[in-house]
């Protein structure tokens, strides 16, 4: 069964202390893995797309990187407005029209 | 740039009663539309998309229905709710390719009483 799996479930960080964020999958042929922010309330906000084996995306202090069997979101040195949940989803051979497959997220809390 | 618009934001409904959730998206034409519920706990599950007018799929057999009846308008429906309708509905859209991001927008927050 395809699938995707996040860990932890929630994290809590000091400001400034740096972490990773894990997003493990198992699918039948990978056409893109995708990272979302979302805020309380607020639909997902698109932050990158990693398409093969050895891809890094970088945008401020946060860094994506993916292998064959998971992608890590790397965040360096957090501040507090970073706190969101961070949704991990694929997309796979054989799936229906550009749908995704989401994991269940990651809530980072960043105290100052 | 292309934006992507939901409302309502926010929908109390009485069990029983029918729904309504639109979705217009501008500055792009021909996109792939999407509806997704988002229950507490649970990743975001599709419920239908769209590739053109009036092409509908469903991924998951339910009480809602959706419609296109315009190129960059989706509209999500029920003719009777049920309490497990409740949960966080959000409209997305992508490009016409087998490739590329879904972009979301703000959502709809529907509790049935």
Redesign the interface.
Same mark, same amino acid.
């Given at each position: 069964e395809d699938q995707v799996t996040q860990s932890p479930e929630a994290l809590r960080l000091q400001e400034g202390e740096s972490s990773s964020l894990n997003c493990s999958y198992t699918v039948s042929g990978l056409r893109g893995l995708f990272w979302y922010r979302q805020d309380p309330g607020k639909g997902p906000e698109f932050l990158f797309t990693l398409y093969s084996a050895g891809e890094e995306k970088e945008k401020e202090r946060l860094k994506a990187t993916l292998t064959k069997k998971e992608s890590f979101l790397h965040i360096t040195a957090p501040k507090p407005e970073d706190s969101a949940t961070y949704l991990c989803a694929v997309r796979h051979y054989g799936g229906s029209q550009g749908n995704l497959i989401f994991g269940k997220g990651t809530k980072l809390s960043v105290k100052p | 740039s292309q934006t992507i618009h939901?409302w309502p934001a926010t929908l109390v409904q009485p069990v029983g009663s029918p729904l309504s959730l639109e979705c217009t998206v501008e500055g792009t034409s021909n996109p792939?539309l999407?509806w997704y519920r988002q229950a507490a706990?649970? &990743?975001?599950q599709?419920l239908f998309?769209s590739?053109g007018i009036g092409q509908i799929?469903s991924?998951v057999p339910q009480n809602l229905s959706a419609s296109r009846p315009q190129d960059r308008q989706f509209i999500l429906s029920s003719k009777k709710l049920l309490l497990s309708d409740s949960g966080f509905y959000?409209c997305?859209w992508?490009f016409q390719m087998?490739? &590329?991001?879904?972009?979301?927008?703000? &959502?709809s927050?529907l509790t049935v009483l």
């Open positions: - | 939901q792939n999407y706990g649970r &990743g975001l599709l998309y590739v799929s991924e959000l997305a992508k087998n490739t &590329g991001e879904l972009f979301f927008g703000e &959502g927050r």
